[in-house]
T-cell receptor, first 115, second 111 residues
Framework: GAGVSQSPSNKVTEKGKDVELRCDPI?????LYWYRQSLGQGLEFLIY????????KSGLPSDRFSAERTGGSVSTLTIQRTQQEDSAVYLCASSLQPGGTDTQYFGPGTRLTVL | QKEVEQDPGPLSVPEGAIVSLNCTYSNSAFQYFMWYRQYSRKGPELLMYTYSSGNKEDGRFTAQVDKSSKYISLFIRDSQPSDSATYLC???????????FGTGTQLKVEL
């Protein structure tokens, strides 16, 4: 079946502009995660959605970052007033249900470059 | 100090070699341990998933967890050029949801 998809695959923007990144999780997966992968930093957790529960936003680096998940499916990560340090690959993952031995399946990522 | 430490490499080995990849961690709450493989410009894909201390084998891959030492390893036997990728260790606390990753080790298997 279809895996996690993300769009766009690449995004180049100018400092100060807002960007929106989209994630389509695997159908039926209730949990959705956003991570950021920067050079030399590994993957860093940003935010987690589970069903209708309040999201875990503990990894968002600043209030310029926000995310929503509509209808328990598609998610959008928004970065306002982008800065050069926001340049990274943004990865989305989904899992059938959280906890225990659930497996997180990753999308291909969106490569964001802020000039 | 990071919660999970992983040597970034790069690690270069000849085809057929046994590869050992390692991570150490400091958070005793970590209960679930994973190894992901990531090819260039692709998302990570799960290779191995372990819960308890000890060894778990899957084909050419063996994952080892030593909770007392807070140390995990991934062994690749008979390495192939197709194994060339970045290997990421990841961990999750019991009852937690987010994964905490190492920085990844870049592996190159040469002909």
């Amino acid at each position: 079946g279809a895996g996690v998809s993300q769009s766009p695959s690449n995004k180049v923007t100018e400092k100060g502009k807002d960007v929106e990144l989209r994630c389509d999780p695997i159908s039926g997966h209730t949990a959705l995660y956003w991570y950021r992968q920067s050079l030399g930093q590994g993957l860093e957790f940003l935010i987690y959605f589970q069903g209708n529960s309040a999201p875990d936003k503990s990894g968002l680096p600043s209030d310029r970052f926000s995310a929503e998940r509509t209808g328990g499916s598609v998610s959008t990560l928004t970065i306002q007033r982008t800065q050069q340090e926001d340049s990274a690959v943004y990865l989305c993952a989904s899992s059938l249900q959280p906890g225990g031995t659930d497996t997180q399946y990753f999308g291909p990522g969106t490569r964001l470059t802020v000039l | 100090q990071k919660e999970v430490e992983q040597d970034p490499g790069p690690l270069s080995v000849p085809e057929g070699a046994i590869v050992s990849l390692n991570c150490t961690y400091s958070n005793s709450a970590f209960q679930y341990f994973m190894w992901y493989r990531q090819y260039s410009r692709k998302g990570p894909e799960l290779l191995m998933y372990t819960y308890s201390s000890g060894n778990k084998e899957d084909g050419r891959f063996t994952a080892q967890v030593d909770k007392s030492s807070k140390y995990i390893s991934l062994f690749i036997r008979d390495s192939q050029p197709s194994d060339s990728a970045t290997y990421l260790c990841a961990m999750r606390a019991g009852g937690g949801n987010k994964l905490t990753f190492g920085t990844g080790t870049q592996l190159k298997v040469e002909l």
